[in-house]
C-alpha cells in the first residue's frame, strides 16, 4: 500500500491571539488522502472546509499539529520550500476562477508555469494548448476570459490547475458558479483527469448530487469530521 500523498494528524487551526479572543475552528482533525483518491468534502456553510483546504493547500499554517504532504513535514519547511512544494504539488480550482482577464485562455494556463520556473518553453505553450484541447476548448485557445462563458472558463482553470501535472489538486466549489449542465461537464472533466492521470482530487461540494459521484465523502461538522466513508455508489464519470 503506497504512502499518504496528504497526512493530516491532531490539526488544529485558531484566528486571534491571547490578547484578543481566540476562536479555534478545526479541532484535531486526521485525515489522509491517497494518491488517486477523489473525494467531496461536505459539511455546512461554517463548518471549516475552506479553512480546511487553505491549510492543505499551503495557503496558510495550522495553529498545531502536523501537516505531511509527499513525505515531507511541511512545519519544517522554509517559506521558500513551502512556495517551491504548493507549486509542484498542488493545483487548485476555486468557485470563481480567477483567470487574469488581459490574458488568452493558453496565457491563462502557461502562468504557473512562468511563476515556477520563470519562462515559457515552446513545450510548455504546446502542452497548454493540448491540456485546452483536453477540456474542449481546441477553437478558444486565444480567446480571452471575457469572451468564454462560465463553463468555458471553469475549464481554462482545470487547465491551469493540471498545468504543472500535480499529484494532488484541490477544488472549492467548482461547479458552484455553474448551470446544471455545465456543472455535470466539469465533473466529467476533473473524473477523466484523475482516471488517465491518477491525479488525486480533493472537492469542495455543497451539490449532493455530486457528492455521491466521488469516491470518498469526507464531511466536517463544527471544524471536526463527522463522517469519513467510502461511497460504494459512485458512478466514476457518468
Do not use: W
Given at each position: 500500500?503506497?504512502?499518504?500523498?496528504?497526512?493530516?494528524?491532531?490539526?488544529?487551526?485558531?484566528?486571534?491571539?491571547?490578547?484578543?479572543?481566540?476562536?479555534?475552528?478545526l479541532h484535531g482533525i486526521d485525515l489522509a488522502l491517497a494518491p488517486g483518491e477523489f473525494t467531496?468534502?461536505?459539511?455546512?456553510?461554517?463548518?471549516?472546509?475552506?479553512?480546511?483546504?487553505?491549510?492543505?493547500?499551503?495557503?496558510?499554517?495550522?495553529?498545531?499539529?502536523?501537516?505531511?504532504?509527499?513525505?515531507?513535514?511541511?512545519?519544517?519547511?522554509?517559506?521558500?520550500?513551502?512556495?517551491?512544494?504548493?507549486?509542484?504539488?498542488?493545483?487548485?480550482?476555486?468557485?470563481?476562477?480567477?483567470?487574469?482577464?488581459?490574458?488568452?485562455?493558453?496565457?491563462?494556463?502557461?502562468?504557473?508555469?512562468?511563476?515556477?520556473?520563470?519562462?515559457?518553453?515552446?513545450?510548455?505553450?504546446?502542452?497548454?494548448?493540448?491540456?485546452?484541447?483536453?477540456?474542449?476548448?481546441?477553437?478558444?485557445?486565444?480567446?480571452?476570459?471575457?469572451?468564454?462563458?462560465?463553463?468555458?472558463?471553469?475549464?481554462?482553470?482545470?487547465?491551469?490547475?493540471?498545468?504543472?501535472?500535480?499529484?494532488?489538486?484541490?477544488?472549492?466549489?467548482?461547479?458552484?458558479?455553474?448551470?446544471?449542465?455545465?456543472?455535470?461537464?466539469?465533473?466529467?472533466?476533473?473524473?477523466?483527469?484523475n482516471a488517465r492521470s491518477g491525479t488525486a482530487f480533493l472537492i469542495v461540494t455543497h451539490d449532493?448530487?455530486?457528492?455521491r459521484r466521488c469516491d470518498r465523502i469526507v464531511e466536517l461538522v463544527d471544524g471536526g469530521i463527522?463522517?469519513?466513508?467510502?461511497?460504494?455508489?459512485?458512478?466514476?464519470?457518468?
Amino acid at each position: 500500500m503506497s504512502a499518504p500523498l496528504v497526512q493530516l494528524t491532531d490539526i488544529r487551526k485558531s484566528y486571534g491571539s491571547a490578547t484578543d479572543l481566540e476562536v479555534e475552528v478545526l479541532h484535531g482533525i486526521d485525515l489522509a488522502l491517497a494518491p488517486g483518491e477523489f473525494t467531496a468534502l461536505i459539511g455546512p456553510s461554517g463548518s471549516g472546509k475552506s479553512t480546511l483546504l487553505n491549510l492543505i493547500g499551503l495557503l496558510e499554517p495550522p495553529s498545531g499539529g502536523s501537516y505531511v504532504l509527499a513525505g515531507r513535514e511541511t512545519a519544517k519547511l522554509s517559506e521558500n520550500d513551502v512556495t517551491a512544494l504548493r507549486a509542484t504539488q498542488i493545483g487548485f480550482v476555486f468557485q470563481f476562477h480567477h483567470l487574469l482577464p488581459a490574458f488568452t485562455a493558453t496565457e491563462n494556463v502557461l502562468m504557473p508555469g512562468l511563476i515556477a520556473r520563470g519562462r515559457v518553453t515552446a513545450e510548455r505553450r504546446e502542452a497548454a494548448r493540448e491540456l485546452l484541447s483536453d477540456v474542449g476548448l481546441a477553437d478558444r485557445l486565444d480567446y480571452l476570459p471575457r469572451k468564454l462563458s462560465g463553463g468555458q472558463q471553469q475549464r481554462v482553470a482545470i487547465a491551469r490547475a493540471l498545468s504543472l501535472a500535480p499529484p494532488l489538486v484541490l477544488a472549492d466549489e467548482p461547479t458552484g458558479n455553474l448551470d446544471t449542465h455545465s456543472a455535470d461537464e466539469i465533473f466529467a472533466l476533473m473524473r477523466r483527469f484523475n482516471a488517465r492521470s491518477g491525479t488525486a482530487f480533493l472537492i469542495v461540494t455543497h451539490d449532493p448530487r455530486l457528492a455521491r459521484r466521488c469516491d470518498r465523502i469526507v464531511e466536517l461538522v463544527d471544524g471536526g469530521i463527522a463522517g469519513d466513508r467510502p461511497n460504494l455508489a459512485s458512478k466514476g464519470d457518468g
